[in-house]
DNA sequence: GTGGTCTAGACCACC
DNA sequence: GTGGTCTAGACCACG
């Protein structure tokens, strides 16, 4: 069982189903849910994890909604085709990051300090040549 | 008045005393707002910004428990002197990236397609001839 | 029903939620109140105190930030784990008392003459043949 | 000078006025007023803490009325002999722990640690015969 | 049902 | 004038 990934984080601010949508967009996004792979039932999923079976069902269809999985009326919820969101997910990433900027450089930060920072947690060295 | 650079959006899904605590935080940090200067009064900033008082309220005191100002009774709040908290913030900067830089790597983005990015969002060209 | 164990004085100069809050303190500490034990409801507590739900909030909010309860959005608030807390608060007294007989002293009365009275106070019987 | 001995501490949530008097208790009481000595006006002392005269003015009304200081008209303030005081203020005194120490056992903190602890700060070996 | 936020308006103590 | 507290009542998101 894969869903034992789901960790929900009670003292994160965020509500129960949007950290289950987030949890699920990377696990198709990154490749560990293939394409037309059936999802957990909602109900059991929300058995595994001790979680109202609502707020399991408004996670699914969200991500309905967001095209990552679609639904077969007595059948249950499958896995959607993404290669193509990949793309639009990274633009998404490139927006946020836009916002962090600028709120990290309108904390006083330098764009240099930044960049040394960004490639202190990547663990790149590029000074090798 | 520098007070016309808080902006409420109301768009935001925070809370209106948070986004006023945040770009205070960044003012204060950044050195808009010097040390010992005045804050301005909440009821007067309430009515600029079209607010009931007791959000303003609620938000200076937060702002004082985090120690970037400190208030006189009858007499007002001023900016502290936050020399010290500049490397405290940065930490919190660093961990914040952290965090948002793992969600990002979970989603399937390798860490040289990101470390670009981070340098496309900079304007950085370092690697140029 | 523990809840009729708060009791607010109006008599007292202090606000009405730092007198919730110190009484919920103590209730946690001396262990009244067990971990993960609920809390009562906001509503329901401002309901028997007759007292506005907005001040019993605030001392919610305040004994979270301070680590005493914590809160499950839709759920309630519930006790937490406090075995570590406990030593802290003790060096808090300690700090408090401190600052009280510095006070006393101050005011020109002896050392021996306090302790005395700390033993009558305590109904402490040491020397005694 | 000795009202340089009065300090203002702005972090102190108690009024200003009430940390005066506070201070001019103590030092009566203790003796480092003797009784007609003339009490500083309320305009130097005011001028001299950088603080609003008004603010002097209520702690010195308030210390006659707790019969601290006496007022001639046009010759200004002096010290009250104070040596019936002294009781009464003993009396406050055992009064304040009292509640002091209610509180800490409702902590949960037992009454022969409180002692230990109540030694420990006076500096007071008993243990020798 | 729960907690979280906000408004409108009031009263207080302090300076 | 200032900040601090409280009330009454509303709306929202969450489970």
Excluded at 23 to 50: H, N, T, W, Y
Excluded at 78 to 93: L, N, Y
Aim: charged letters at 30%; glycine letters at 6%.
């Amino acid at each position: 069982m894969v869903w034992r990934m789901i960790l929900i984080d009670y003292k994160d601010r965020r509500p129960i189903y949007e950290q289950v949508i987030e949890r699920f967009q990377q696990m198709i996004l990154c490749g560990a849910l293939k394409a037309d792979e059936p999802m957990p039932s909602v109900r059991s999923l929300a058995m595994e994890l001790s979680i109202n079976p609502n707020t399991i069902q408004r996670a699914y269809q969200e991500l309905e909604r967001q095209g990552y999985i679609y639904t077969m009326k007595g059948k249950g919820s499958f896995v959607s085709d993404t290669t193509g969101a990949a793309k639009a997910k990274r633009e998404e990433i490139k927006k946020e990051l836009l916002g962090y900027v600028e709120k990290t450089v309108a904390a006083g930060v330098s764009k240099e300090e930044l960049l040394t920072l960004f490639k202190e947690v990547l663990g790149v060295n590029e000074g090798e040549k």
